[in-house]
């Protein structure tokens, strides 16, 4: 972990005397896995002939391009090899997940496979409907698990702690609340009706991705029209047998697509968070979640995978793709980056009043002001970021003695971490006195040594405040690859779980990168004892512990692709719920 060199107030005192020229540098390096050939990646790759791999790269100045191509030039053929597979089998994966969503809620709302067929016979099928507080997502199905306070006494634990003005103790810090924000993490993968069933919701958001995915007019496509005609024929028993009201294929599969929204499908809204209190009134605790990468949603993996980068003067170099996820720029545009990042003393970025308090004005008064008044357009007021920080400015005026914890899994923990690097990069001073802490699951890099170096010095003292969670040779905290020789570096307290529930606090996981021929035969030897191991768990720990078949399918998947499935949700709630050794020191509520 990088020593911390810098005071909070040291990016406040040095950005007032930035100079103009200074706070218009845009450096950025873009990966366009798109813009070479395949006889140009072949190129790169074995002659590592560096013209070639800058046919990829797109950046603001010529030197940048040369310089990356060479100094991490495997680092980007990992990322545009990656890209490009995950490309190529973008739409299998979007229509994979469709089926398998729908079929999975039809036999849980129809009580397995013998149930369905039951209600086949019977005439009384359920039929799935998305967006409903029955419709399940695959990480729901996953693990069924959805007792957001397991621990009874939590919420009289963070009272008195508040109250008292006391040191979390390490039980509440390790146990009970990294417990309530796994379980939050996980319940992000939800619909909004799902998530507004829990205690005390505050809101849901569906906001706009900067990233945006041009799938509109995806019911034009021949290949969807020719899965959905496959679809329309395997129900046609299903209307022979069963007496639902749903007679003809044509109604079915305008049910079915009605479920999925494929006739108005807005798939760059993209980035989903919700937000909760302990109580709706005097609230101690107030909690963010953001959602993490959709198992089948390619866009999601290729921001994980993604290289881009995109450098703030004085803070560092920031993962792209995590930027535009939070609705800060556009790499279509990247001055719009410098829009929302660099602009100093603007209601836009602080606090909409230019002085980071929490009594700022709303979105109103951004708009009045001048020249950006078209910047300040509906989308950048729904992208995650302004509307996040927005609430929380008032749920923390409301609650008065309230903190707040942001959490994520995967690249729900990136947002995470961002969210508030992103308030001090704005001198949001009064939002961060108030930040209890950041818990991130199976997290990826969000940026350079740099960024590491600065954040630690606004996260770490007094005492830590940014814990994240690694467990076994999950891929994803090893994404994007880093090494001595590359650019992306973790920061913050690592918790490692071993495939035995065994916690270790530890600077970085062990295997940071997975890669090398040690590293991939132990992976799949680790990922054969998991598949034992979900047979037995039931048994050992209990029935709450017990995994579902689909769980174990995803095990059996593991072998072939053992990183992936041990990124799974399911290791992370068992780590934090069965872990055996807890010798970390909270942050004070």
Not at 164 to 189: F, P, Q, R, V
Request: proline fraction near 3%; hydrophobic fraction near 40%; include cysteine.
């Amino acid at each position: 972990m990088a020593a911390a060199t810098s005071t909070p107030t040291e990016f406040e005192e040095n950005s007032n005397d930035d100079d103009k020229s200074e706070m218009n540098i845009t450096n950025y390096l873009i990966v366009r896995p798109e813009k070479g050939g395949m006889l140009d990646l072949l190129r790169y790759l074995v002659w590592a002939d560096i013209g070639s791999g800058v046919k990829f790269l797109e950046s603001s100045e010529e030197g940048i391009m040369g310089g990356e191509a060479a100094d991490h030039r495997w680092i980007i053929l990992v990322s545009i090899i990656v890209r490009k597979i995950i490309s190529l089998f973008g739409k299998p994966m979007e229509y994979t997940g469709f089926v398998a969503d729908f079929f999975l809620n039809l036999l849980f709302q129809n009580g397995g496979i013998m149930g369905l067929l039951l209600n086949l016979l019977q005439g009384k099928v359920v039929t799935p409907q998305r967006d409903t507080e029955t419709f399940i997502s695959t990480i729901g199905h996953l693990d069924g698990r959805m007792d957001l306070y397991r621990d009874e006494n939590l919420l009289e634990q963070l009272d008195n702690s508040v109250s008292a003005e006391k040191i979390a103790t390490e039980e509440i810090g390790n146990h009970a609340l990294m417990d309530l924000c796994i379980m939050a993490s996980k319940l992000a993968y939800e619909n909004a009706k799902v998530v507004q069933s829990i205690m005390h919701f505050v809101d849901f958001y569906n906001c706009w991705n900067g990233k945006q995915h041009i799938l509109n007019g995806v019911m034009e496509d021949l290949e969807l029209c020719q899965l959905f005609s496959w679809f329309k024929k395997i129900m046609f028993l299903y209307l022979v047998l069963s007496k639902n009201p749903l007679r003809s294929s044509d109604q079915v599969f305008g049910a079915f697509s009605s479920c999925y929204g494929l006739i108005d499908f807005q798939k760059e809204m993209s980035t989903q968070v919700f937000i909760l209190c302990d109580k709706p009134k005097d609230a101690n605790l107030i909690l963010i979640s953001f959602r993490g990468t959709e198992p089948f949603d390619a866009g999601d993996w290729g921001t994980d995978f993604d290289y881009s980068w995109y450098e703030i003067p004085k803070l560092g170099r920031v993962h792209m793709g995590f930027l535009e996820a939070l609705g800060l720029g556009n790499r279509a545009d990247t001055t719009t980056f410098h829009n929302h990042l660099q602009m100093k003393s603007t209601s836009f970025n602080h606090g909409y009043d230019g002085s980071g308090s929490l009594s700022s004005n709303t979105d109103s008064d951004m708009e009045e002001n001048g020249g950006h008044k078209k910047f300040l357009s509906e989308k950048v007021k729904k992208t995650a970021y302004y509307a996040v920080r927005k609430k929380l400015k008032s749920m923390l005026m409301e609650h008065k003695n309230a903190k707040f914890v942001v959490t994520g899994h995967s690249l729900g923990g990136a947002l995470a971490v961002l969210f508030p690097t992103v308030l001090v990069l704005h001198q949001q001073a009064d939002l961060m006195n108030r930040l209890l802490g950041v818990y991130t699951f199976g997290q990826p890099r969000i940026g350079n040594l740099q960024l590491a170096k600065f954040m630690e010095a606004h996260l770490e003292y007094p005492v830590p405040k940014y814990f994240r969670v690694v467990y076994s040779y999950d891929l994803v905290p090893r994404l994007p690859c880093d090494d001595k020789t590359f650019l992306y570096k973790h920061f913050g307290v690592c918790l490692y779980y071993n495939s035995l529930y065994i916690e270790q606090k530890l600077d970085e996981e062990p295997d940071p990168n997975f890669y090398g021929l040690r590293n991939v035969v132990l992976a799949h030897l680790n990922s054969v004892w998991e598949l034992i191991r979900s047979f037995l768990v039931g048994y050992t720990q209990g029935p709450m512990y017990k995994e579902s078949w689909f769980m174990v399918f995803a095990r059996i998947m593991g072998l072939a692709l053992p990183g992936i499935a041990a990124h799974c949700p399911t290791d992370y709630v068992n780590s934090v719920r069965l872990g055996k050794e807890r010798v970390v020191r909270m942050s004070s509520f």
